[in-house]
T-cell receptor, first 112, second 113 residues
Framework: DAGVTQSPTHLIKTRGQQVTLRCSPI?????VSWYQQVLGQGPQFIFQ???????GRGNFPDRFSARQFPNYSSELNVNALLLGDSALYLC???????????FGSGTRLTVV | KQEVTQIPAALSVPEGENLVLNCSFT??????LQWFRQDPGKGLTSLLL?????REQTSGRLNASLDKSSGRSTLYIAASQPGDSATYLC????????????FGRGTSLIVHP
């Protein structure tokens, strides 16, 4: 059974560019969450979607947006990239939050 | 606002030692607490999930306890091995329906041969 898959695994972007990160949840999981993790810190919550509706948004600027598709996969978009957006972006899926979360391997974004 | 603190931030032990990692949280109204392992540059691997009604969970050499009233959880690792070297994170999911967990900053563990 496939786990949570994220793509791409690594990418390098230039300041001001836009990026799209993708996540496919575990089959049957309807909830997808996105986290940003800077080196040495714990993951910081960005968005949560459940049944294609946004259920939560963390303290991130409007340059960050996301959506969930009918098949429950999700995309995270970041516009007007800043150097400070360089981080590991993690996606997690869950049946419901009460059952705990399963994380993907992450996308390492480097902004130069 | 829930705050999660993990102590110590870093730990270095010789192989074979039993060790305890600590996680404390400020709001005891939680749904569950989950312990994760993270290898450098990688995603998070779930180790143990403790529901708020439970006191502990065990998996192999790992045992996690939860004291909701005092806002504490411990992860006990028995007979540590070099392969246990990683960062260990705890995440607390609040009660009340949002199901959005808050993470600690983690404990970086090195087990040397």
């Amino acid at each position: 059974d496939a786990g949570v898959t994220q793509s791409p695994t690594h990418l390098i972007k230039t300041r001001g560019q836009q990026v799209t990160l993708r996540c496919s949840p575990i089959s049957g999981h309807k909830s997808v969450s996105w986290y940003q993790q800077v080196l040495g810190q714990g993951p910081q919550f960005i968005f949560q979607y459940y049944e294609k509706e946004e259920r939560g948004r963390g303290n991130f600027p409007d340059r960050f947006s996301a959506r969930q598709f009918p098949n429950y996969s999700s995309e995270l978009n970041v516009n007007a990239l800043l150097l400070g957006d360089s981080a590991l972006y993690l996606c997690a899926s869950s049946l419901q939050g009460s059952y705990g979360y399963t994380f993907g391997s992450g996308t390492r974004l480097t902004v130069v | 606002k829930q705050e999660v603190t993990q102590i110590p931030a870093a730990l270095s032990v010789p192989e074979g030692e039993n060790l305890v990692l600590n996680c404390s949280f400020t709001d005891s109204a939680i749904y569950n607490l989950q312990w994760f392992r993270q290898d450098p540059g990688k995603g998070l691997t779930s180790l143990l999930l403790i529901q708020s009604s439970q006191r502990e969970q065990t998996s192999g050499r790992l045992n996690a306890s939860l004291d909701k009233s005092s806002g504490r959880s411990t992860l006990y690792i028995a007979a540590s091995q070099p392969g246990d070297s990683a960062t260990y994170l705890c995440a607390v999911t609040p009660a009340g329906g949002s199901y959005i967990p808050t993470f600690g900053r983690g404990t970086s563990l090195i087990v040397h041969p």
